[in-house]
């Protein structure tokens, strides 16, 4: 049976590769959830690939997601800085959950430093780009299998 697993993207990540491309680099979205296809594929996993920038709609996609999912791949952008009904919601689930950034927070502003999602996660990838996300889904390949 193949693993299932829930890719959430946060407020403007949907603008990839029309600003900041030192930061974030130059890929689209669209390139990143390619490439999680073809990771995914590779791991014979099955995703469903989410953005959305209103937080109580990536709250809903987690409520939705209690006991259907075997993992969550969570880049909540700046929600992560800032988000307690992020880090509540996450809490219901009871499978592996790993955080992701493209860039690495820790090195940024102060106010980027502080993580609600961090308490809940198994993993944090951070500073890896795109390539980020497919190291995640190795490693909920490797916890959840
Ligand atoms: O490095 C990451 O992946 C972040 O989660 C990205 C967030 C930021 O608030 C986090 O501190 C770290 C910001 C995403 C904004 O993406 C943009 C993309 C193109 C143009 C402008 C913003």
Not at 24 to 40: S, W
Request: hydrophobic share 40%; aromatic share 6%; glycine share 6%.
């Amino acid at each position: 049976m193949s693993i299932k697993v829930l890719i959430l993207n946060g407020p403007n990540l949907n603008m990839l590769g029309q600003r900041e491309p030192e930061i974030y680099g130059d890929q689209t979205l669209a390139d990143i959830e390619k490439l999680c296809r073809d990771q995914a594929a590779s791991l014979e996993m099955e995703i469903a690939f989410r953005q959305s920038n209103h937080e109580g709609e990536l709250v809903t996609w987690i409520q939705d997601a209690v006991d259907q999912i075997d993992g969550l791949v969570i880049n909540a952008a700046g929600y992560t800085h800032t988000s307690v009904a992020l880090h509540d919601a996450l809490k219901l689930l009871s499978c592996p959950v790993i955080e992701v950034h493209l860039s690495d927070p820790q090195e940024r502003e102060d106010f980027r430093h502080f993580s609600y999602i961090e308490p809940i996660a198994a993993r944090v990838i951070k500073g890896q780009g795109a390539e980020g996300y497919a190291q995640a889904l190795k490693a909920l390949a490797s916890i959840a299998s």
